[in-house]
């Protein structure tokens, strides 16, 4: 089992800045992958950005070149940077981590509000 216990959600104005974390604790040795996805009201989830256990990303077309993920090795932590925030980005934000077999685990969810 993974646990995933996610931070840094809130409410912003258009245009600017958040920085979500995302902590991983259990069978941490067994993830190949973390990740961020995000539902808007009334939306299915959908991805924002993932990042490899080697260190490769990607991204949401919606959100490249705005978003930046990142993880902290030695902290189990994967980070998301938002920024230039749009009212359109306003959703509930989940981690993700996906192990080998392959078996997704998510976080709790952090509300991000972004008013115009």
């Known amino acids: 089992q993974v646990q995933l216990v996610e931070s840094g959600g809130g409410l912003v104005q258009a245009g600017g800045s958040l920085r979500l974390s995302c902590a991983a604790s259990?069978?941490?040795?067994?993830?190949?992958?973390m990740g961020w996805y995000r539902q808007a009201p009334g939306k299915q989830r959908e991805l924002v950005a993932t990042i490899s256990v080697i260190g490769d990303t990607n991204y949401a077309d919606s959100v490249k070149g705005r978003f930046t993920i990142s993880r902290d090795s030695a902290k189990n932590t994967v980070y998301l940077r938002l920024n230039s925030l749009k009212p359109e980005d306003t959703a509930v934000y989940y981690c993700?981590?996906?192990?080998?077999?392959?078996?997704?685990?998510w976080g709790q969810g952090t509300q991000v509000t972004v008013s115009s």
């Open positions: 993700n981590s996906r192990d080998f077999l392959p078996r997704d685990y």
């Open positions: 259990g069978r941490i040795g067994s993830i190949t992958a």
